[in-house]
């Protein structure tokens, strides 16, 4: 098993709630002197969007590619597996396991499409059974953490509140299938309903769970001030996704300043993943390599 690895598990066993505090800590210790970055790089599969839909690429192409340019892990989503929703069996989960640990390579995330703010309880119900399921898959692969969305909020008869009360009940019971399978369920924030960093870390408060964590998303927060936003939410993140934008007030993107982002990560001595997701029209992986060397010049 990697260094990295057994660092990152090591961390997930350091990483309480603090009670009392009302703050949940991450794999952070801002009030330690940073010394050498224990930053590890993957890069999402939501990149290669059109090429893994379409068959042009695969799981394993972009394991190589990780490999090719330095990084240390991937991010396998769900929806590219041929038997999403339903899990793959276990000879396709082994043989992306075995491809990573020829490659050098974690596979440190996995992630599903989930809709928790429905009044459709059945709905919610339904996508707690898909977050149970892969969850397994996860824990199989080796992977520590899992994202999960909030869904997008269009019910405006229904207040928000209501909406966060179950979204709260909801992810409780996530949480426990993740203690039940050694993977911390992350909220990704993602522009869909929960759209400030107060509006996060509350419910990251109220959910109040060691195995219930955050998937800092520094492209999804819109924003007079994306930074500021990111630095709010830094000290609760498990994991995190840098674009190549950042956005807006009005949700408009704007291009990143990733140095800026890259200081921000590292003045809170973070110790786990940093996961570049390119959207941008262009050549993908030219946009990453250029997007990890930005990064790790300033770290």
Not at 217 to 227: A, E, K, M, Q, R
Not at 283 to 288: Q, S, Y
Request: charged content about 25%; some cysteine; hydrophobic content about 40%.
């Amino acid at each position: 098993m990697k260094k990295s690895r057994r660092s990152f598990l090591q961390n997930i066993a350091l990483a309480p709630l603090v009670l009392g505090t009302g703050k949940l800590m991450a794999f952070t210790n801002p009030q330690q002197p940073i010394t050498k970055s224990r930053v590890q790089y993957s890069v999402n599969a939501y990149s290669f969007n059109t090429m893994l839909r379409s068959g042009e690429m695969t799981f394993f192409d972009m394991m190589e590619f990780a490999a090719d340019i330095g990084l240390d892990a991937v991010d396998l989503t769900g929806y590219y597996f041929a038997s999403y929703p339903q899990k793959p069996d276990n000879k396709t989960l082994f043989a992306l396991k075995r491809k990573a640990l020829e490659l050098g390579l974690d596979i440190a995330w996995t992630g599903v499409r989930n809709n928790f703010v429905t009044q459709n309880v059945a709905q919610r119900n339904t996508d707690k059974a898909l977050i149970k399921d892969w969850l397994e898959v996860s824990s199989k692969l080796g992977a520590p953490i899992m994202r999960v969305f909030t869904g997008k909020y269009k019910n405006k008869d229904i207040s928000k509140d209501t909406i966060k009360e179950w979204l709260v009940n909801e992810y409780k019971t996530c949480a426990q299938y993740g203690a039940e399978n050694g993977v911390i369920v992350g909220l990704q924030n993602h522009d869909e309903f929960l759209f400030t960093s107060n509006e996060v870390i509350d419910i990251l408060k109220r959910v109040n769970s060691d195995w219930f964590g955050l998937i800092l998303d520094c492209g999804s927060l819109p924003s007079d001030n994306p930074y500021a936003e990111i630095e709010q939410l830094a000290p609760y993140a498990n994991y995190y996704f840098v674009k190549e934008h950042v956005k807006t007030k009005d949700s408009t993107k704007v291009p990143a300043d990733i140095t800026r982002i890259a200081t921000i990560i590292k003045n809170q001595n973070y110790r786990g993943y940093v996961s570049f997701e390119s959207l941008a029209e262009g050549d993908t992986k030219a946009i990453l390599k250029d997007m990890l060397h930005t990064f790790q010049s300033a770290i």
